[in-house]
Nanobody, 120 residues
């Protein structure tokens, strides 16, 4: 069984910063791509940023230049540094991980979500 545990959400003023963390635990061979998504009530979950095991990153246009995704493979942890936050960044943020459980078995796991609220 694999678990993803997120932390770091909260309330911040516009222009402020937050850093989200997501740590994977359990029994597995490796973790491939890790990603952050966000969801606002009534809307589809949106992919925010991805990072491969080799460190290649990709971002949705709305966060480019403001958010940075990174990972520590030794700790099986992915981070999302969010700067210059805007009210429209308010959402529940979820991490996900493409986990290789066995040589021939890969499964996608999700964290429980962490609320980020940007408001004055």
């Amino acid at each position: 069984q694999v678990q993803l545990v997120e932390s770091g959400g909260g309330l911040v003023q516009p222009g402020g910063s937050l850093r989200l963390s997501c740590a994977a635990s359990g029994t597995f061979l490796s973790i491939n791509t890790m990603a952050w998504y966000r969801q606002v009530p009534g809307k589809q979950r949106e992919q925010v940023a991805t990072i491969t095991s080799g460190g290649s990153t990709n971002y949705v246009d709305s966060v480019k230049g403001r958010f940075t995704i990174s990972r520590d493979n030794a700790k099986n942890t992915v981070y999302l540094q969010m700067n210059s936050l805007k009210p429209e960044d308010t959402a529940v943020y979820y991490c996900n991980a493409d986990v290789r459980l066995r040589i021939t078995v890969r499964t996608l796991y999700w964290g429980q979500g962490t609320q980020v609220t940007v408001s004055s």
